[in-house]
């Protein structure tokens, strides 16, 4: 089975300055990958996803991610935080289900406070 | 808009009383999919439709919990006999797909909260 595994609970950075939440992942196979951005009372919203065109992947809201596999990492980066990005995110794995089609595994997710 | 949409978004029970969620995913995604999240913790995959056919069920869908899609629409989520540890937000997603699915992306309602007192 697929898993990740967020390496952060909480973030905090200054607004203006870099954002890094970091994410592993574990797959037995080429992995499909997501990042999802949950704001309070509101739905989880895609910021991007890697499925193996290219390992530089660029988001919505200036966010990127590189996919390592090397280093069987995800992390999400964004050179300059907004106080709008304070928000909990989420890295998420494909994983092949019993009926063949896939779910998504998630991470616990990592709370980013950006501060003033 | 068209997205995913929850009815209720809030609901509050007693313990032993049965309550029942709704979800229309977009219009044309014939894939469904139901989650929990708990405070403090990721989304949890608990079943899965295609078209109307429930293909999977987590281990954490226990007997008390029952979802249906007729028609391959609209879905319902039931839970008989809530218990405290029911208490949740239950999310709904849907995504279109022909084969496979490793690479879709899956859209989701802003969910249903659930509080069992």
């Known amino acids: 089975a697929q898993s990740v595994t967020q390496l952060d609970s909480h973030v905090s950075v200054s607004e203006g300055t870099p954002v890094l939440l970091r994410c592993n992942y574990s797959?037995?196979?080429?992995?499909?990958l997501f990042w999802y951005v949950q704001h309070p009372n509101k739905g989880l919203q895609l910021l991007l996803k890697?499925?193996?065109?290219?390992?530089l992947v660029k988001g919505i809201n200036g966010f990127e991610a590189e996919f390592k596999k090397s280093e069987t990492s995800f992390h999400l980066t964004k050179p300059s935080a907004h106080m709008s990005d304070a928000a909990e995110y989420f890295c998420?794995?494909?994983?092949?289900?019993?009926?063949?089609?896939?779910?998504?595994?998630f991470g616990t997710g990592t709370r980013l406070k950006v501060l003033a | 808009d068209t997205g995913v949409s929850q009815n209720p978004r809030h609901k509050i029970t007693k313990r032993g009383q049965n309550v029942t969620f709704r979800c229309d995913p977009i219009?044309?995604?014939?894939?469904l999919y139901w989650y929990r999240q708990t405070l403090g913790q990721g989304p949890e995959f608990l079943t899965y439709?295609?078209?109307?056919?429930?293909?999977?069920k987590s281990r954490l869908l226990s007997d008390r919990f029952s979802a249906e899609r007729p028609k391959g629409s609209f879905s319902t989520l039931e839970i008989q006999r809530t218990e405290q540890g029911d208490s949740a937000m239950y999310l709904c997603?849907?995504?279109?797909?022909?084969?496979?699915?490793?690479?879709?992306?899956?859209?989701f309602g802003p969910g249903t909260r659930l509080l069992v007192l």
């Open positions: 997603a849907s995504s279109f797909g022909l084969a496979g699915g490793r690479q879709e992306t899956q859209y």
């Open positions: 797959s037995s196979y080429s992995p499909s």
């Open positions: 890697y499925t193996s065109a290219a390992t």
């Open positions: 998420v794995v494909s994983d092949r289900g019993a009926s063949g089609t896939y779910k998504y595994i």
């Open positions: 219009s044309e995604h014939n894939r």
């Open positions: 439709f295609q078209n109307e056919a429930q293909l999977e």
